[in-house]
Protein backbone atom coordinates (compact mmCIF):
# COMPACT_ATOMS: atom_id res chain seq x y z
CA UNK A 1 0.00 0.00 0.00
CA UNK A 2 1.03 3.31 -0.21
CA UNK A 3 2.20 5.76 2.28
CA UNK A 4 0.75 8.85 3.15
CA UNK A 5 4.20 10.32 2.48
CA UNK A 6 3.88 9.10 -0.99
CA UNK A 7 0.50 10.63 -1.34
CA UNK A 8 1.67 14.03 -0.57
CA UNK A 9 4.67 13.80 -2.70
CA UNK A 10 2.62 13.02 -5.47
CA UNK A 11 0.02 15.67 -4.31
CA UNK A 12 2.97 18.11 -4.38
CA UNK A 13 4.09 17.46 -7.18
CA UNK A 14 1.14 17.31 -9.23
CA UNK A 15 0.62 20.80 -7.31
CA UNK A 16 3.80 21.90 -8.39
CA UNK A 17 2.81 20.86 -12.09
CA UNK A 18 0.02 22.91 -12.08
CA UNK A 19 1.64 25.75 -10.75
CA UNK A 20 4.22 25.94 -13.66
CA UNK A 21 1.75 25.05 -16.16
CA UNK A 22 -0.57 28.45 -14.78
CA UNK A 23 3.07 30.27 -14.86
CA UNK A 24 3.45 29.54 -18.45
CA UNK A 25 0.35 30.30 -19.37
CA UNK A 26 0.45 33.52 -17.70
CA UNK A 27 3.43 34.38 -18.87
CA UNK A 28 2.69 33.77 -22.81
CA UNK A 29 -0.66 35.42 -22.48
CA UNK A 30 1.54 38.44 -21.23
CA UNK A 31 3.88 38.01 -23.87
CA UNK A 32 0.97 38.23 -26.21
CA UNK A 33 -0.89 41.18 -24.55
CA UNK A 34 2.46 43.06 -24.73
CA UNK A 35 2.75 42.03 -28.37
CA UNK A 36 -0.76 43.52 -28.83
CA UNK A 37 -0.26 46.66 -27.31
CA UNK A 38 2.37 47.54 -29.16
CA UNK A 39 0.34 47.02 -32.67
CA UNK A 40 -2.45 48.60 -30.49
CA UNK A 41 -1.09 51.98 -29.11
CA UNK A 42 0.10 53.58 -32.83
CA UNK A 43 -3.48 52.59 -33.66
CA UNK A 44 -4.90 53.81 -30.61
CA UNK A 45 -2.82 57.28 -30.74
CA UNK A 46 -3.90 58.05 -34.49
CA UNK A 47 -7.78 57.80 -33.61
CA UNK A 48 -6.83 59.79 -30.46
CA UNK A 49 -5.04 62.49 -32.67
CA UNK A 50 -8.03 62.02 -34.85
CA UNK A 51 -10.93 62.96 -32.83
CA UNK A 52 -8.61 65.95 -31.42
CA UNK A 53 -9.16 67.30 -35.11
CA UNK A 54 -12.62 66.08 -34.92
CA UNK A 55 -13.54 68.13 -32.13
CA UNK A 56 -11.44 71.51 -33.20
CA UNK A 57 -13.06 71.14 -36.62
CA UNK A 58 -16.68 70.67 -34.65
CA UNK A 59 -15.74 74.16 -32.97
CA UNK A 60 -14.55 76.12 -35.56
CA UNK A 61 -17.71 75.62 -37.91
CA UNK A 62 -19.88 76.39 -34.49
CA UNK A 63 -17.46 79.67 -35.23
CA UNK A 64 -18.19 79.90 -38.75
CA UNK A 65 -22.11 79.62 -38.39
CA UNK A 66 -22.23 82.21 -35.42
CA UNK A 67 -20.33 84.40 -38.12
CA UNK A 68 -22.61 83.57 -41.10
CA UNK A 69 -25.60 84.18 -39.14
CA UNK A 70 -24.13 87.83 -37.92
CA UNK A 71 -22.95 88.33 -41.46
CA UNK A 72 -26.50 87.50 -43.00
CA UNK A 73 -27.95 89.84 -40.52
CA UNK A 74 -25.80 92.49 -41.59
CA UNK A 75 -27.01 92.39 -45.36
CA UNK A 76 -31.05 91.82 -44.07
CA UNK A 77 -29.71 95.39 -42.37
CA UNK A 78 -28.51 96.83 -45.76
CA UNK A 79 -30.82 95.18 -47.34
CA UNK A 80 -33.60 97.26 -45.93
CA UNK A 81 -31.73 100.23 -46.32
CA UNK A 82 -31.00 100.06 -49.75
CA UNK A 83 -35.29 98.90 -50.25
CA UNK A 84 -35.83 102.66 -48.14
CA UNK A 85 -33.35 104.41 -50.60
CA UNK A 86 -34.77 102.97 -53.62
CA UNK A 87 -38.36 103.68 -52.68
CA UNK A 88 -36.90 107.57 -52.14
CA UNK A 89 -35.45 107.75 -55.58
CA UNK A 90 -38.77 106.30 -57.32
CA UNK A 91 -40.73 108.64 -55.21
CA UNK A 92 -41.12 112.46 -56.09
CA UNK A 93 -37.75 114.04 -56.15
CA UNK A 94 -39.11 116.58 -53.45
CA UNK A 95 -37.46 115.56 -49.86
CA UNK A 96 -40.71 116.24 -48.91
CA UNK A 97 -42.46 113.59 -50.97
CA UNK A 98 -39.75 111.38 -50.05
CA UNK A 99 -40.11 111.73 -46.51
CA UNK A 100 -44.30 111.64 -46.68
CA UNK A 101 -43.68 108.24 -47.92
CA UNK A 102 -41.36 106.84 -45.33
CA UNK A 103 -43.73 108.46 -42.31
CA UNK A 104 -46.43 106.21 -43.98
CA UNK A 105 -44.18 103.08 -44.43
CA UNK A 106 -43.69 103.70 -40.44
CA UNK A 107 -39.64 104.46 -40.51
CA UNK A 108 -38.65 106.33 -37.43
CA UNK A 109 -38.07 110.07 -37.37
CA UNK A 110 -34.52 109.11 -36.85
CA UNK A 111 -34.54 107.45 -40.04
CA UNK A 112 -36.71 109.46 -42.11
CA UNK A 113 -34.01 112.68 -40.88
CA UNK A 114 -30.97 110.90 -42.06
CA UNK A 115 -32.55 109.70 -45.74
CA UNK A 116 -34.05 112.80 -46.16
CA UNK A 117 -31.99 115.35 -44.62
CA UNK A 118 -34.59 117.34 -42.61
CA UNK A 119 -35.04 119.81 -40.18
CA UNK A 120 -36.95 119.18 -36.73
CA UNK A 121 -39.59 121.55 -37.27
CA UNK A 122 -39.62 119.76 -40.69
CA UNK A 123 -40.01 116.43 -39.28
CA UNK A 124 -42.67 117.96 -36.65
CA UNK A 125 -44.89 118.93 -39.19
CA UNK A 126 -44.66 116.32 -41.44
CA UNK A 127 -45.34 113.71 -38.78
CA UNK A 128 -48.06 116.02 -37.92
CA UNK A 129 -49.95 115.43 -40.58
CA UNK A 130 -49.04 112.12 -41.83
CA UNK A 131 -48.00 110.13 -39.05
CA UNK A 132 -51.28 109.09 -38.17
CA UNK A 133 -50.84 109.20 -34.12
CA UNK A 134 -47.03 108.86 -34.22
CA UNK A 135 -46.85 112.28 -33.56
CA UNK A 136 -48.84 112.36 -30.88
CA UNK A 137 -46.97 109.75 -29.27
CA UNK A 138 -43.62 111.52 -30.20
CA UNK A 139 -44.89 114.78 -28.77
CA UNK A 140 -45.99 113.54 -25.27
CA UNK A 141 -42.54 111.46 -24.87
CA UNK A 142 -40.91 114.97 -26.20
CA UNK A 143 -43.09 116.81 -22.85
CA UNK A 144 -42.28 113.48 -20.40
CA UNK A 145 -38.25 113.88 -21.42
CA UNK A 146 -38.22 117.92 -20.79
CA UNK A 147 -40.27 117.76 -18.00
CA UNK A 148 -43.26 119.39 -18.46
Known sequence: MISLAE????????AAALALAAFVYLWRETRRLRRDLRRLDPVLQTLH???RVIAGESFHRGQDRVML????ERLADQQQEMRLEMRMRD???SPYAQAIKLIRSGQSREQVRRLCALTDAELELLFGLHGHGIAGEYASDRLSDTGS
Open 7 to 14: ILAILALL
Open 49 to 51: RDL
Open 69 to 72: VNAL
Open 91 to 93: ADQ
